[in-house]
């Protein structure tokens, strides 16, 4: 068990709907990435928050938007879902150490139908 | 072009051999990590190696970072069926991680 914790762990919607996942990071982490994970490919980062803030952006869709809250969990929001959109979602968080290490949780399925 | 560059990008091997899997980069990283993914589930970080030139091991697992840190191997011995998934390095890379594409192993029984 990594600590980070996401919810649900299954999702299927139709088109054009839009959904909301949620994660908490590991206790004491600031930092939450979101990935995407398409099947048979590979991680793809969409965006960082830090302690509320944004801090990076990847290839994240304008239709996506993340938020972190002030207890730290973050939202990853998709609307006007296309079939496009079925895959794993993953988030991770990293700790204040001088070796900075990713540890993700069990991430979203996604199926938009 | 990838950041990360692993090989091979697939390999099937038969339960008790030995096998070596490679990260390259043109870039000096100050860490690298590697994890091990299995299907529908999130990426596992199996080990940190952060000195250049240092070996760690994991029970069968042997990881090696180049001297110049630009390059990792993972190396497992008498590999079983349960060493089957997705191996993925990865490293911190400015603000973010970068993520090589993965070598998928299935070892079979």
């Known amino acids: 068990d990594s600590g980070v914790t996401q919810t649900p762990k299954h999702l299927i919607t139709a088109t054009g709907q839009r959904v909301t996942l949620r994660c908490s990071p590991r206790?004491?982490?600031?930092?939450v990435y979101w990935y995407q994970q398409s099947l048979d490919q590979g991680l793809q980062f969409l965006i960082q928050y830090y302690n509320g803030e944004e801090r990076a952006k990847g290839n994240i869709l304008e239709r996506f938007s993340a938020q972190q809250f002030p207890d730290l969990h973050s939202e990853l929001n998709l609307s006007s879902l296309e079939l496009g959109d079925s895959a794993l979602y993953f988030c991770?968080?990293?700790?204040?150490?001088?070796?900075?290490?990713?540890?993700f949780g069990p991430g979203t399925r996604l199926t938009v139908l | 072009t990838q950041l990360l560059e692993q090989s091979p990008q697939f390999l099937s091997i038969q339960e008790g051999e030995n096998l070596t899997v490679y990260c390259n980069s043109s870039s000096v990283f100050s860490s690298l990590q590697w994890y091990r993914q299995e299907p529908g589930e999130g990426p596992v970080l199996l080990v940190t190696?952060?000195?250049?030139?240092e070996v760690k091991k994991l029970k069968r697992l042997t990881f090696q970072f180049g001297d110049a840190r630009k390059d990792s191997s993972l190396h497992i011995t008498a590999a079983q069926t349960g060493d089957t998934g997705l191996y993925l390095c990865?490293?911190?890379?400015?603000?973010?991680?970068?993520f090589g594409p993965g070598t998928r192993l299935s070892v079979l029984p």
């Open positions: 190696v952060v000195t250049g030139g």
């Open positions: 206790s004491g982490d600031l930092s």
């Open positions: 990865a490293g911190p890379y400015g603000q973010n991680f970068v």
């Open positions: 991770a968080s990293t700790g204040e150490g001088s070796v900075r290490e990713q540890f």
